[in-house]
């Protein structure tokens, strides 16, 4: 059980129920409980990719079980559950499913590796069979609305929030207004085309994409060959001044800075909060080389466009699925 360590402390109002916080990436689930005592109970575990297409939706019924446990409180005292949820998402009959592309191995085939044939993976409805009120967000969005009401977008009305992680997500607010889409899908810009590669097979089947190039999984697909078995190794070796390695890093942040652009300029934002595990261990390296895409391009769209880091920091995801549920 990990607390969360964080400079800041969100607690619910006094007398408020609980809600639980699912964290759902395609590396792990994080599940905590949070009330009037702060946000506790941590608990996480790699996501689950064997078994059958509701076996996710069951480990995170479990977790939020044992959470609870480890915080002293009762399920049943569970007021509501916010998950920030990997994507992209698959409607049927009105509820979430997960088509995400790092946890259903139908998308791509056996190329990925994945150990299913998944094409969606169930998730809004085991949860709402015992959970009454359940909130699922693509994480990006979640991350935006958390990033707007306690981190580095607050007061921002022209935002996004990147993350750079096992995937690549997005979160889009516009005149104030977050970008859902018809199926909660908006920001999925990790899924773009930003160059001509074709050696970077994604798991949602595209090749060359954003995703399939620089996310975290992308790296040790790519690069394991030139010796660098993954992000890791690839940072470490750039850190102690391996040529080759930084070589490789420059390119990957080409293609996030291309992403970024391309974003900023379609929808005139005046902020960008990137978070994410790649992102985050390496920021001080990364931010000032994506940041050097936007300068000199387009000033008149691209002057006064602040790329900032979360500032929520590694709690973003925490804070993203309680912003979902968090009383106004």
């Not at 990033?147 to 921002?156: I, T, Y």
């Not at 979160?171 to 970008?179: I, K």
């Amino acid at each position: 059980m990990n607390p969360i360590t964080s400079e800041r402390s969100i607690h619910l109002p006094p007398g408020a129920a609980p809600v639980a916080c699912v964290d759902l990436g395609g590396t792990k689930v994080a599940v905590t409980i949070a009330d009037e005592h702060g946000v506790r109970g941590r608990l996480t575990e790699p996501t689950a990719t064997v078994g059958t297409n509701d076996a996710l939706a069951f480990q995170i019924i479990r977790l939020i079980g044992q959470s609870c446990a480890a915080a002293g409180v009762s399920v049943a005292d569970i007021a509501a559950v916010g998950v920030a949820s990997c994507g992209p998402f698959t409607m049927r009959n009105g509820l979430i499913e997960l088509s995400g592309p790092n946890i259903c191995g139908g998308l791509a085939g056996k190329e990925r590796g994945l150990p299913n044939d998944w094409t969606t993976a169930l998730l809004e409805a085991p949860l709402r069979q015992v959970f009454g009120n359940v909130r699922v967000e693509n994480d990006g969005i979640a991350a935006l609305e958390a990033e707007r009401r306690w981190g580095a977008l607050q007061g921002m009305d022209h935002c996004a929030y990147v993350t750079w992680s096992t995937g690549i997500g997005w979160g889009l607010c516009v005149d104030g207004r977050v970008l859902r889409g018809k199926n909660g899908n908006a920001g999925h810009a990790g899924h773009t085309f930003v160059c001509d590669n074709t050696d970077a097979l994604c798991g949602c089947g595209n090749v060359g994409d954003v995703e399939g190039l620089i996310a975290g999984n992308a790296i040790a697909r790519r690069f394991a060959h030139a010796g660098y078995a993954d992000a890791a190794a690839l940072f470490s070796a750039a850190y102690a001044n391996d040529v080759q390695a930084q070589a490789l890093i420059d390119g990957l942040c080409e293609v996030m800075g291309r992403a970024i652009y391309n974003l900023v300029v379609t929808l005139d934002l005046q902020r960008i909060s990137l978070g994410g595990s790649v992102y985050w261990h390496h920021r001080d390296l990364l931010l000032p080389k994506v940041s050097a895409y936007l300068r000199n391009k387009l000033p008149a769209l691209t002057n006064g466009v602040d790329l900032v880091s979360a500032g929520l920091g590694e709690c973003v995801g925490d804070y993203a699925a309680l912003a979902l549920v968090m009383p106004a």
